[in-house]
T-cell receptor
Framework: DAGVIQSPRHEVTEMGQEVTLRCKPI?????LFWYRQTMMRGLELLIYFNNNVPIDDSGMPEDRFSAKMPNASFSTLKIQPSEPRDSAVYFC???????????FGQGTRLTVV | KNQVEQSPQSLIILEGKNCTLQ??????????LRWYKQDTGRGPVSLTIMTFSENTKSNGRYTATLDADTKQSSLHITASQLSDSASYICVVSLGSSNTGKLIFGQGTTLQVKP
């Protein structure tokens, strides 16, 4: 398996534009997490899914952020409209079972100018 | 307040030396504690996962310990190598039934010099 695949690796966009980050989980993993990492705040859990169903989105900062998982092999995190303070590295991670090891993707570095 | 605090914030050691990173947490209830290694520009990689009933767990040259009574964990790195240079993140899972809420420490940045 190629691991968790995220795209794009880097994204630079202007303030106000819509940004869509993508994640392909490891096959067979039933949990999918979206995280945001900044120097100031470290890693923060935004939302996670179990069997494609959103379980906890309390970490989503505001209504501008939304996440979907239409099937077991694909998830998106969308920011609309984007703001400079959204600049961060966004990670997707997946598990097989909640208590097991989490596998992280390479991350998407988002810069909003 | 549920918090995870790591120390030191950064550390520089010489290749071949041992080191110990600390993690104190106030998370309750707690289901498991994880240590991750994150290389610059990459995603975190799991090193160990321990439940409250486990005192120690090893992964090669990495050994994690857990004292659930004092709510402290440590990560010991033996015979350090240049490739150990990375950030090490302590993560505590909140809840008694693996709810998925993870509390992250700010990490310890380790630099191993030749």
């Amino acid at each position: 398996d190629a691991g968790v695949i995220q795209s794009p690796r880097h994204e630079v966009t202007e303030m106000g534009q819509e940004v869509t980050l993508r994640c392909k989980p490891i096959s067979g993993h039933d949990y999918l997490f979206w995280y945001r990492q900044t120097m100031m705040r470290g890693l923060e859990l935004l939302i996670y899914f179990n069997n494609n169903v959103p379980i906890d989105d309390s970490g989503m900062p505001e209504d501008r952020f939304s996440a979907k998982m239409p099937n077991a092999s694909f998830s998106t995190l969308k920011i609309q409209p984007s703001e400079p303070r959204d600049s961060a590295v966004y990670f997707c991670a997946t598990n097989r079972g909640m208590a097991s090891e989490a596998f992280f993707g390479q991350g998407t570095r988002l810069t909003v100018v | 307040k549920n918090q995870v605090e790591q120390s030191p914030q950064s550390l520089i050691i010489l290749e071949g030396k041992n080191c110990t990173l600390q993690c104190n947490y106030t998370v309750s209830p707690f289901s498991n504690l994880r240590w991750y290694k994150q290389d610059t520009g990459r995603g975190p990689v799991s090193l160990t996962i321990m439940t409250f009933s486990e005192n120690t767990k090893s992964n090669g040259r990495y050994t994690a310990t857990l004292d659930a009574d004092t709510k402290q964990s440590s990560l010991h790195i033996t015979a350090s190598q240049l490739s150990d240079s990375a950030s090490y993140i302590c993560v505590v899972s909140l809840g008694s039934s693996n709810t998925g809420k993870l509390i992250f420490g700010q990490g310890t940045t380790l630099q191993v010099k030749p």
